[in-house]
């Protein structure tokens, strides 16, 4: 079997991974020069995921059994969907499909008419008065949400990204007047955020055991949001932080939502990622994305047995895959650029993968490319390590004294996954719920 994989960061370097364990042929077309692909793969052709002629000419040749799609950006641009018309088996949402991620407003839009669990206050605006008189008249704090797609770093959180309603006010009706696009107002809620992740097939869905990303920019969750700094999963024993009560409701919100979309606007097939929000009244859905997390997908995918092509293969075939998984815990570590979240400053890093695998670390590649053996950072998260074992101490231990096995300019949490912040984490719920969860 063969398999043709679009995109090339850390996600897709680690569905490459998944693909490979079914003992499948990969082939990918990635805009840049991933060692991790470039090693595991057959065949990297090297260009825009996003460009459709160009990933149909290649599909073509290459005649791959089974596509998957790693991003979102080619999905909105119809990668999947000329695909889908030439008769290639995509494990990937239509265009169609994708608009639960591509459009905020309309995947609101959608829960609010089949009045589904999980909603979240929320109207769109493409007015900037109107947008001024709404948020004037409202008595909640507020998030400003882009209605389109953009890499996890638009959302403007009020008491975090900004303070007062006229502050609000501004950045909206800027955003308004500067991008040409809709946005959302939407209530804030409070609590922990987990993702969700699975795999549909028209109204089946079977899912991956629960993640949580840090999204900021900073140690403590400080500083701006971005694509995800790093996440931690515990396998099935969930996460200590969020009643599993709720990952239960969470699924059952998921799958309602999915059997709804798929009986009522167009099927899905493919990854889904439910980004929601444990609060005191239960789960809360933030966002849905038509693919799998990054960082989420790396913790996911690497404590599931199964290959991510024998799912796809069972899925597109109308069967249902029983899911195993490691009853094992892992933290994942982003290292970005210097300035990644505000300014980028991308440099040159040398890596020692082999002195990292000898201390248990995996590492995932995202978007660097191979020079010699240098790695060229780009603007956007560089590699990311992986540590994976029984407990947290184990995990974070090898963490410690990475210094001498990477050399170069970046950035790192060094806060993901430690006691600290998962006991703030907990002591978080315990004061919203009056220690219920
Ligand atoms: N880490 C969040 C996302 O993939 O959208």
């Known amino acids: 079997m063969k398999a043709l994989l679009i995109g090339g960061g850390g996600r897709e370097h680690a569905i490459g991974l998944s693909i490979l364990k079914s003992g499948t042929e990969l082939v990918v077309i990635s805009p840049n020069r991933n060692p991790g692909l470039m090693r595991i793969a057959k065949e990297v052709i090297i260009g825009n995921e996003n460009d459709k002629e160009l990933v149909l000419e290649n599909a073509l040749r290459v005649e791959p059994d089974y596509v998957f ?6 999905l909105a641009s119809g990668v999947s969907d000329i695909l889908f018309e030439n008769n290639l088996k995509v494990f990937a949402p239509s265009s169609s499909a994708a608009r639960l991620e591509t459009s905020k407003a309309f995947c609101r839009r959608f829960m609010t008419e089949n009045r589904l669990e999980g909603n979240i206050e929320s109207t769109s605006f493409s007015d900037p008065v109107k947008a001024k008189d709404f948020i004037e008249q409202i008595d909640y704090d507020f998030v400003i949400k882009p209605d389109g797609l953009t890499g996890g770093k638009g959302v403007m959180v009020q ?8 502050e609000g006010i501004e950045i909206a009706q800027d955003y308004l007047l500067s991008e040409n696009q809709t946005l959302l107002i939407e209530k804030k809620v409070k609590g922990e955020e987990f993702s969700l992740q699975g795999f549909v097939h028209d109204t089946e869905i079977v899912f991956l055991p629960i993640v949580q990303d840090y999204k900021r920019a900073f140690e403590d969750d400080k500083g701006p949001n971005t694509g995800g700094m790093g996440a931690i999963c515990f ?29 009522k606007v167009v099927d899905y097939v493919g990854p889904i990622f439910g980004g929601f929000i444990a609060t005191a009244e239960g789960p809360k859905l933030l966002e849905i994305n038509a693919r799998l997390g990054d960082p989420e997908a790396m913790n996911a995918l690497s404590l599931t047995k199964n290959s991510i092509m024998d799912i796809a293969v069972s899925m597109l075939h109308n069967k249902v895959p029983k899911l195993e998984f490691e009853n094992k815990i892992n933290v994942l570590r982003y290292l970005v650029p210097k300035g ?3 300014k980028s400053v991308p440099s040159t890093i040398q890596l020692d993968e082999e002195a990292l695998m000898l201390k248990g670390i995996k590492t995932f590649y995202a978007s660097v490319n191979l020079k010699g053996k240098m790695l060229e950072q780009t603007s956007s998260r560089s590699l990311a390590l992986l540590s994976e ?16 096995m990477i050399k170069g300019e970046y950035s790192m949490r060094n806060d993901i996954g430690t006691e600290m912040m ?13 220690g219920r969860a």
């Open 340 to 342: 990644y979240g505000t």
């Open 235 to 263: 396998s099935e024993r969930g996460l200590p932080f969020i009643d599993p009560k709720t990952v239960l409701e969470a699924k059952a919100i998921l799958k309602q939502l999915i059997t709804r979309f798929s009986e």
């Open 159 to 166: 008491g975090v990204h900004f303070l007062t309603k006229k």
């Open 69 to 74: 799609i790693g991003p979102e950006a080619p």
């Open 422 to 434: 998962i006991e703030k984490k907990k002591n978080f719920m315990n004061s919203l719920t009056g």
């Open 389 to 404: 074992g029984e407990d947290l101490e184990e995990v974070n231990g090898r963490f410690d004294d990475l210094s001498s």
